[in-house]
C-alpha cells in the first residue's frame, strides 16, 4: 500500500476523503495547524503532523509538508483543499518522485480567480449567468437588476460572497469592499438565477475524464455547504465539464457549481474548485473519487467510472446541527435536531450519513460529541466554530500573492 498524505485535516472534505480512502483498504496521514482537527478522530489515520497554517504561513507549511514526505517516505500527496494551488506554485520544489496530480500553475490561475474562470468560460462557451468583472467603484453603482451576486476574486466556503438586493445594501457593500482594495483583483457582479444548486466533482488525467460525480443541494447549511445531498445524473452537464478539462488538459481533481435554471433546466455554472470536494455522496453512490486521485497520482491509467446512481440521498449530520443552531439559536431546536437524526426522521428520513459515519468509524464520535457540547453551552457559536474551520485550511488573499510571487522567482 503507498502512503498518502493528506494537505489538511480540518475540512469536510478531508474528513470524507479519509473514509473514502479508509473502506477502500488505505491509511493516511495529516498534515494540518489544528492539534484537534476533524480529521485526526479517524481509525483510518496512522499520524497527524502538525504544520504552520497555509493561508497565514505558506513557506512553513510548505518545508513542514517536505520533510514530513522525507521523514515518513511518503508516495503520494493528495491536496483536499487549497493547498493544491500551493503545491502547484512549489511544483519545483517536489521532490520528483512524489506522486501528487496537479494542473501547471497557469493552469490554476484560470480556474482559481472568479474574475479568470468567468473568462474561461466564456472562451468554451459554457452558460454562466449574466456576468460582468468591475474594478471601479463606479463601476460597481452602475444600474443593474436586483438581485445580484457579488464575488471577491478568491474566497472558500462561500466567503467573499454576498447578495445583494436593493440600491441600500450595494451602498453598503461599497463602503465595506473599498477600504479593502477589493476591486484590485476584480469583483464579480453575477445575475441571480431560479433553480437549484448542484455541484459537478471529477478527475482528470491530463485532460481525459476519468471520473465523475453530480449531486444537487437538497438542504443549505452554514457558509452555503450543504446538509442534504442528493445525487443526480446529468449527461449534458458530464459533458461540459469534460470539455472544459481536456480543454485545459486537466490533471488531478476539478470541481463546479452550477444552478439549473427552473424554467429551461440550463445549467448555469457558477464557481469552480481545483480540488477534491466532499467525495462521500459519490462513493456511496458508486463512483471512487478519493480513488482515482490517487491512481492518477501514482502514474496509473485508470478506466473511465461510470455514472453512479441517481436518488442517494445522504447528510451531514453535523452541519445539520450547526444549522438547527444557526437558525434559532436555541438549545432545544439542537435537542430536536440530535433526535431527528437519531431517528432518521423529519429531512433525515431515508439518508445516509457521510461526514461522521460512526458505524464504520467510531472515532468519529469525539468532533461530535465536542460540537454538541459547544453548541449546548452556547447556542450562539455555531457560526464562530465555522469560520475557525475554514480559517485552518484556506488561502488568504496574502498567501496568495505570495504563491505568485514563487512562480516569478523561480
Request: glycine residues 8%; contains cysteine.
Amino acid at each position: 500500500m503507498p502512503r498518502i498524505l493528506l494537505s489538511e485535516g480540518s475540512s469536510l472534505s478531508a474528513r470524507e476523503a479519509i473514509t473514502a480512502l479508509g473502506l477502500a483498504g488505505h491509511r493516511v496521514d495529516l498534515v494540518s495547524a489544528d492539534a484537534l482537527c476533524l480529521g485526526r478522530f479517524s481509525r483510518f489515520v496512522s499520524r497527524m503532523h502538525r504544520a504552520p497554517a497555509s493561508g497565514a504561513d505558506p513557506d512553513g507549511y510548505l518545508a513542514a509538508v517536505l520533510d514530513i514526505v522525507k521523514r515518513r517516505s511518503i508516495d503520494v500527496v493528495l491536496p483536499v483543499h487549497e493547498q493544491a494551488y500551493l503545491f502547484a506554485a512549489a511544483r519545483k520544489q517536489l521532490p520528483s518522485g512524489l506522486g501528487i496530480a496537479l494542473a501547471d500553475f497557469e493552469t490554476f490561475e484560470q480556474v482559481q480567480s472568479k474574475a479568470r474562470l468567468s473568462e474561461l468560460l466564456t472562451r468554451l462557451n459554457v452558460p454562466q449567468p449574466a456576468t460582468s468583472v468591475v474594478r471601479s467603484a463606479d463601476e460597481f453603482t452602475i444600474p443593474r437588476p436586483f438581485p445580484f451576486f457579488v464575488k471577491a476574486a478568491f474566497g472558500t466556503a462561500s466567503t467573499g460572497v454576498w447578495r445583494v438586493g436593493d440600491e441600500r445594501q450595494r451602498d453598503a457593500l461599497l463602503a465595506q469592499l473599498e477600504p479593502q482594495q477589493a476591486f484590485a483583483e476584480g469583483l464579480l457582479v453575477q445575475a441571480a438565477i431560479s433553480g437549484a444548486l448542484e455541484r459537478t466533482q471529477a478527475v482528470f488525467d491530463r485532460g481525459r475524464l476519468v471520473a465523475c460525480h453530480i449531486y444537487r443541494q437538497v438542504a443549505e447549511g452554514p457558509g452555503g455547504g450543504d446538509v442534504l445531498k442528493l445525487s443526480v445524473i446529468r449527461p449534458e452537464v458530464r459533458s461540459i465539464v469534460e470539455s472544459i478539462g481536456q480543454a485545459l488538459q486537466w490533471h488531478g481533481a476539478l470541481s463546479f457549481d452550477y444552478i439549473r435554471d427552473d424554467a429551461s433546466a440550463t445549467p448555469y455554472f457558477i464557481d469552480a474548485n481545483p480540488r477534491l470536494v466532499e467525495p462521500m455522496n459519490a462513493w456511496l453512490s458508486g463512483v471512487d473519487l478519493p480513488g482515482a486521485l490517487l491512481q492518477v497520482s501514482l502514474g496509473e491509467t485508470p478506466p473511465t467510472q461510470r455514472d453512479g446512481r441517481a436518488g442517494v440521498l445522504t447528510r451531514l449530520g453535523l452541519m445539520g446541527l450547526l444549522d438547527a443552531a444557526r437558525r434559532r439559536q436555541r438549545r432545544r431546536d439542537i435537542l430536536k435536531e440530535i433526535a431527528l437524526l437519531a431517528c432518521h426522521a423529519g429531512r433525515y428520513r431515508g439518508t445516509r450519513e457521510e461526514l461522521v459515519p460512526l458505524w464504520t468509524d467510531p472515532c468519529c464520535a469525539i468532533p461530535l460529541a465536542v460540537v454538541v457540547t459547544k453548541l449546548m453551552l452556547a447556542p450562539e457559536s455555531a457560526a464562530k466554530i465555522s469560520q475557525s474551520t475554514v480559517a485552518a485550511y484556506c488561502l488568504t488573499p496574502k498567501a496568495i500573492h505570495r504563491l505568485r510571487a514563487w512562480q516569478h522567482s523561480m
